[in-house]
Structures are given as structure tokens and as C-alpha cells.
């Protein structure tokens, strides 16, 4: 089995890790949730850390096959386009992504023109498709719950979770999002601890409880032993009662309204309106 290379850039200001998937210098390689800067206060964006991933992937004179995102993420902005721009390479996503574009269409009252068939990305992967990377090669497993559309991305000894789960010490994730599902989330995760124990995983969040560093690979073994959301011997019963009862006290991710607008559009802007500007919406009392 491949064991590709992986390094993971995090975002202090989103909790997030961008990966970069490779077998080596000079080597094809993928991009996993990437991140544009925003700030909410000003309406700004940067690309501090797209460049991080930039200076990487040219440092070791990778070529970019793939910019994929496990799903369309509530918590930061997609950097795929200016990565594309840059560095090359296909976008692309679940597709069941058209299902949440449906959704939110109709939630942010989108413009007619907006597509819901997914056209905005430049592939969308089926489950268990493969993908091919050079000398990589990976599937996809399709893995809802925290949202009708996540997937995670396998090469290899690797596997790429998005948000199903993180850290054994910090559980899972949320299923309160428009089309989440407990139950559907529950079965996702044993999908993913059915691989074998050694299986690497990577998180696409850390945040690290009781002060400890941020760290985002862990592995089967070591989920299904210390996960305090999921660990052997939690049923499925016991998990959604847990999940449904905590989930109602969480609060909406500062950056919802405007991530999830700019991400089901694959990272691109809203189109400009007749004074130059391009707007995101704020719906009143619609979440």
C-alpha cells in the first residue's frame, strides 16, 4: 500500500489544515481544503495562506493535479480559484454537493443564473471513484452526516476525514447544518474506523482542548481506543442522543453565512453588481 507524503498547513484563524498530498520531489500532488483569508469586519479577503501552500508546492517542484474539498465548509473560505490561478490543477468535490446547492440557493435567494448542477467545479467525483495523481492513486468515500454532501479522500495508507471527526480528544462533528444527519454521521465514521488500525488519518480542524499544541494526524487504532465521542463500545443509540443534545447548544460558525455562499460557488465571487462590487448576503432570521 502507497504511503504518500503529507504535509498539513494550519490556519490559526479558521482552526483549518490545507494538505498537500505527494509521492516526493518533483511529483504530481493534490490540494485538500484550502483556505482564504476573510475577515468578517471588513469584508476582506487575503491570501496569506494560499501562499503558505504556494511556496510549498514550488519549493519541492510539485505539479498540482487536484484541488479538492471534502465538502462546501461552514467554517472557511475556499482559496481554490487563486490556487488554480496560480499553480494549475482540477477542482473538484463530491456530487452530492448539488444537493446543498439546492439547498442554499434557496436559503440566500441566489441569483437565477446560480446552477445547482455542480458546473461551478471542474469535476465531481462519484463514491469510490478513483483518482490519479501521477504515481498517486486514491478513492473517494463518501461520508454525510455533517453535511449531505462530505467526503473524505483516501491515498493510500492515508485518509483525508474533512470534518466527520477530529482529534480522539475533541469527538466529532456537528449535524445541526441544513441536511445533517446524527444517525447518517454515526455510520459514516465506522465506515471510516473499519480501515485497518494503522490507517492514517487526517483532520481538517484542530481545536486543541485543555491547552495542548494543535496536532491533525492521528490514526484508526487510536480513534476507536480514545475518541470520546465514538470509541469502541458507543452505540449508535447513545451517539445521537449525545450529538443531538449538544449540537443544540452550539452556536453558528462566525463565517456560515459568508463561506458557505462563496463555497458551493467552488470559491468564486458572487457576480459583480453594476457598481463593481461583489456582495454576499446576510439572511435575518432564515438559520
Same mark, same amino acid.
Given at each position: 500500500?502507497?504511503?504518500?507524503q503529507?504535509h498539513g498547513?494550519?490556519?490559526p484563524?479558521? @482552526?483549518?489544515?490545507t494538505?498537500v498530498v505527494?509521492? &516526493?520531489?518533483?511529483s504530481?500532488?493534490?490540494?485538500i481544503?484550502?483556505? /482564504?483569508?476573510?475577515? $468578517? ?13 504556494i511556496d510549498y !508546492?514550488?519549493?519541492?517542484?510539485l505539479?498540482v493535479? @487536484? =484541488? /479538492? #474539498? ?20 482540477k477542482?473538484? =468535490?463530491?456530487?452530492? =454537493? ?7 440557493k434557496?436559503?440566500f435567494n /441566489?441569483e ?8 461551478q467545479?471542474?469535476?465531481l467525483?462519484a463514491q469510490? #471513484?478513483? =483518482?490519479?495523481?501521477?504515481a498517486?492513486? &486514491? ?8 453535511? $449531505? ?10 485518509v483525508f476525514v474533512g ?25 459514516? !465514521? ?15 480542524h ?13 490514526? !484508526?487504532? +487510536? ?5 470520546v ?8 443509540? +447513545?451517539?445521537i442522543?449525545m450529538?443531538?443534545?449538544?449540537d443544540?447548544? /452550539?452556536?453558528?460558525p ?5 463561506? !458557505? ?18 456582495y ?8
Amino acid at each position: 500500500m502507497q504511503s504518500p507524503q503529507v504535509h498539513g498547513i494550519f490556519d490559526p484563524a479558521t @482552526w483549518t489544515v490545507t494538505y498537500v498530498v505527494h509521492s &516526493g520531489a518533483k511529483s504530481d500532488c493534490v490540494i485538500i481544503d484550502s483556505v /482564504l483569508d476573510y475577515d $468578517p469586519k471588513s469584508g476582506r479577503t487575503r491570501h496569506d495562506s494560499a501562499d503558505k501552500v504556494i511556496d510549498y !508546492v514550488q519549493a519541492n517542484e510539485l505539479k498540482v493535479a @487536484w =484541488i /479538492l #474539498e471534502t465538502h462546501a465548509h461552514a467554517d472557511h473560505l475556499t482559496a481554490a480559484p487563486y490556487l488554480q490561478h496560480k499553480l494549475g490543477g482540477k477542482t473538484a =468535490i463530491g456530487n452530492h =454537493i448539488t444537493t446543498v446547492q439546492g439547498v442554499f440557493k434557496g436559503i440566500f435567494n /441566489l441569483e437565477n443564473s446560480f446552477k445547482t448542477d455542480g458546473s461551478q467545479f471542474d469535476h465531481l467525483f462519484a463514491q469510490d #471513484e478513483a =483518482i490519479h495523481a501521477g504515481a498517486l492513486t &486514491g478513492k473517494v468515500l463518501y461520508v454525510p452526516g455533517h453535511t $449531505p454532501a462530505c467526503v473524505a479522500y483516501q491515498f493510500g495508507d492515508a485518509v483525508f476525514v474533512g470534518d466527520t471527526m477530529f482529534m480522539p480528544d475533541v469527538g466529532t462533528a456537528r449535524c445541526d447544518f441544513p441536511g445533517g444527519d446524527a444517525k447518517t454521521l454515526f455510520a459514516s !465514521v465506522k465506515r471510516i474506523l473499519s480501515l485497518p488500525p494503522q490507517t492514517r488519518l487526517f483532520m481538517c480542524h484542530d481545536y486543541p482542548p485543555n491547552g495542548r499544541d494543535v496536532q491533525f494526524e492521528t490514526t !484508526v487504532a +487510536q480513534q476507536r481506543a480514545h475518541n470520546v465521542h465514538v470509541h469502541d463500545g458507543i452505540t449508535e443509540a +447513545q451517539f445521537i442522543q449525545m450529538r443531538t443534545q449538544r449540537d443544540a447548544t /452550539l452556536e453558528m460558525p462566525v463565517l456560515i453565512l459568508p463561506a !458557505v455562499q462563496i463555497n458551493i460557488r467552488a470559491g468564486h465571487l458572487p457576480p459583480k453588481e453594476d457598481n463593481g462590487v461583489a456582495y454576499v448576503k446576510i439572511p435575518l432570521n432564515a438559520l
